[in-house]
């Protein structure tokens, strides 16, 4: 990085790429830059890993939360699982830092007759997909998963959905940034992106420093939509803050209380080796509003005991609240902004930890000059601009 210090005047900074955000997406991005040659600093508000990617259970699950009406995304979350243990085997051996991934599959139960008719047509429309998916009865699951309730009726075994730890991914990719040559700093929000005419030239931060750069990835979640700055139909795109609680439980012998995911329509659980257990989340609209509530973690704690009744005997070690980025189709903004050098990678929603390989290896290859991949044009924030809208609608008038 070039640092000039003249007298008094604010310290200023150059580079060839700037990333707003380091969750997930964020630091893999900045790293596969780093990677690529350019000159990369990462800026985050707070701390790394600390918003959406914090409240992540760390779930890979195309196949088990593959979802009617959403065939683009179910195939780029599928492309992403496939490179998944490409990506995580990459980045612990140039860190010697583990990612917590584990290729132990997902078994999703129903615990009444309602739930098992509704995964009876999820696990038909997963096959007419060609996706792994094996159903098998209430005693099949709990010779699976010994510890689970007699009330499960039935289940979904996918052994292509997996899980990896996300403070320990986050961990690894702040190693492989730095080990790039790349360059991260905390506590530094952005306040506004600098341009001249329709081209971006950098940032300020809150901070009054201004930092140059020709390219800036916006990967701040929901809060990228508000950046001070931003030009055209970028200013007006749809990114909303959607709550999310999520619980960690642990056992006193360090003995996972499942052997993989478990999921009901309901709840989510993930074990870790060392005896730690993820229950969540909830999806709540409820704006800004971060806070961890007692109705909230009743709920999570309810609907995992109905599928899991030993969690009785595991300690409560923390709760935790966040906001995710959603959109209004449930699906990620990828691609060129208005302004020229500007990249938008945010809208992950409940997907950003599978997402983030493959949405790094397309925002870097954007940044260095290259077009954005095909399989991320149905991700492009060009799908929410008001002109192309009116003129896909009929007699040129925008749809309602």
Known sequence: MGTIESGKSARRESCDLIVIGAGVIGLA????????????????AGEPGRGSTGVAAGMLAPVTEATFGERELLSLSLEAARCYPQFVAELEQSTGVETGFRPSGTLAVALDRDQAEEMRRLHEFQRSLALESEWLNGRE?????????????????????????????????????????????SSAPVRELLRSGERVEGVLLHSGERIAAPKVVLAAGWQSAQLTGLAGDDAALPLRPVKGQILTLRSATEAPIAGRVVRTPEVYLVPRPDGELVVGATVEERGLDSTVTAGGVFELLRAAYEALPGITELELTEARAGLRPGTPDNRPIVGPGALDGLVWASGHYRNGILLAGVTADAVAELVAGGELQQRFAPFSPRRFDRSVEAAAAPGGAPRR
Request: proline share 5%; aromatic share 2%; hydrophobic share 40%.
């Open 29 to 44: 991005a900045g790293w596969r830059a780093a990677q690529r040659g350019l000159r990369t600093l990462v800026l985050e």
């Open 141 to 185: 699951c709990r010779r699976l998963e010994p510890g689970l309730s007699p009330s499960v009726v039935a289940g979904i075994r996918s052994s292509l959905d997996h899980h990896v730890t996300p403070r320990s991914l986050t961990l690894a990719l702040e190693r492989a940034l730095e080990l790039a040559g790349g360059r991260l700093r």
